[in-house]
């Protein structure tokens, strides 16, 4: 396949318009994000199925005909592990493509492995290796080295056979449209722009909080996202998750009240210390009415914990007939939203955000079965000695 590095504005409007007469793109990205907030992009590789371009970002400051042909819903868009590759381009745009396939969703799909690499995946389909070495490398400097676009070209070169291979797979399980449901996940904003509901509900700890002091740490982690953006620096060198949390149960109202805490740095207090000040204020002003609601806290009723261990050997089972990974179709944290619900039918289970779509249609109805013992689980009597199986049963009405 032939290779093209792009390191000009006329070079990548040529690319542009050679690539929007394709059905198919694929594409990766190479960049570095520990030390940003947003990752910071220094290669793009993109393939029709024909020719890859290689597009170098340092040298190509411009990219908008680049975004716009992503952004075009028309072509199919393949990616593998593409959720990083997604993040960029909403970063750079605040828009998100349609149209889009992960490879390493499809491959889940029909039993090849949860999060499978693409090297792995090229060797289980295609019978290929593909370069390694390079996943570390400095993607800044330059001129990149001849290993380096190797390397690159190599990320997006299978992604067009892993494709044709998967969809095939799939059809034959009718999976497919579960591929495309699940990689549309990949294009919600809410992944990679969370509500502060959001980002408060999933913060360790936090249910342990009362409600004002849950007020105060929502505003806090909405005051470090916006120092991140507006420094473009990682959330955890504005502040920690810990700090956080250690204001928020302190509620400090003067730079005094900063003092005597290890958890509450010195050169935090420097820095913001007033704007934190004002922060929790404002938020110990707020009426009760506002407060947020308190996250749900780590499972500890034993009886729940037996219903959600009960839905797990369930799920073992089932993914073990759709040959999936167990994790694919559910967390735990998802089981514990079915045990505190006890659904009666169908559409309770889709009450569930986790379970809607194709994952309702795998296991909504036998969750309501296993919960309301008309599905039992038990020992398998056919299994030898030293190797007893679960199976599922469907106890006499």
């Known amino acids: 396949m032939n290779t093209t590095t792009v390191t000009s504005s006329q070079l990548l409007e040529k690319a542009v318009k050679s690539l929007s007469k394709s059905d198919f793109l694929g594409f990766d990205t190479e960049f570095i994000r520990e030390t940003t907030f947003v990752p910071e992009l220094c290669l793009f590789q993109i393939t029709d199925g024909d020719h890859i371009f290689l597009i170098d970002v340092l040298a190509v400051s411009d990219l ?3 975004e716009e042909l992503l952004l075009d819903p028309r072509p199919l868009k393949v990616v593998h592990s593409g959720d990083q590759d997604l993040e960029i381009l909403y970063r750079r745009t605040g828009q998100l ?41 400095d993607w800044k400097r330059r001129p990149l080295t001849p290993q ?70 929502r505003d806090l982690i909405e005051w470090r996202e916006a120092q991140a953006r507006i420094q473009d620096l990682p959330r955890n060198r504005i502040s920690t998750d810990s700090t956080l949390l250690a204001l928020a149960q302190r509620a400090p109202r003067t730079m005094k009240d900063f003092q005597g805490y290890r958890d509450i740095p010195n050169n935090l207090v420097k820095r913001s210390g007033s704007e934190i000040l004002d922060v ?18 780590p499972q500890t009723d034993p009886n729940l914990a037996g219903i959600v261990d009960l839905l797990s050997a369930y799920l073992r089972l089932r993914a073990a007939d759709l040959m999936i990974a167990p994790a694919l179709l559910a967390s735990r944290k998802t089981l514990e939203e079915v045990a505190r619900s006890c659904p009666r039918s169908l559409a309770d289970v889709e009450k569930i955000p986790a379970l809607r779509g194709w994952r309702a249609q795998a296991l909504g109805e036998d969750l309501v079965h296993v919960f309301h013992g008309r599905l039992s689980i038990t020992v398998n009597p056919d299994s030898k000695p030293d190797n007893p199986r679960l199976t599922l049963i469907q106890p006499p009405t």
Do not use: C
């Open 64 to 66: 908008s005909p680049l």
């Open 280 to 297: 929790i204020q404002r938020a110990m002003k707020r009426p009760r009415a506002e407060w947020p609601a308190t996250p749900p806290p």
């Open 148 to 217: 380096q676009l190797e390397y690159a070209a190599a990320d997006v070169a299978p992604l067009a056979p892993l494709y044709q291979a998967l969809h095939k797979r799939l059809k034959k399980h009718d999976r497919l449209e579960w591929a495309f449901e699940e990689t549309a996940r990949l294009a919600d904003p809410q992944r990679y722009d969370p509500s502060p509901e959001h980002r408060l509900r999933t913060f360790r700890k936090a249910w342990k909080l009362s409600g004002k002091e849950l007020s105060v740490l």
């Open 97 to 137: 493509p349609e149209n889009l396939f992960d490879t390493q969703i499809g491959a889940a799909l029909v039993g090849l492995g949860d999060h499978i690499a693409l090297a792995g995946l090229v060797r289980k389909l295609l019978g290929k290796t593909i370069p390694k070495g390079q996943t570390r490398s």
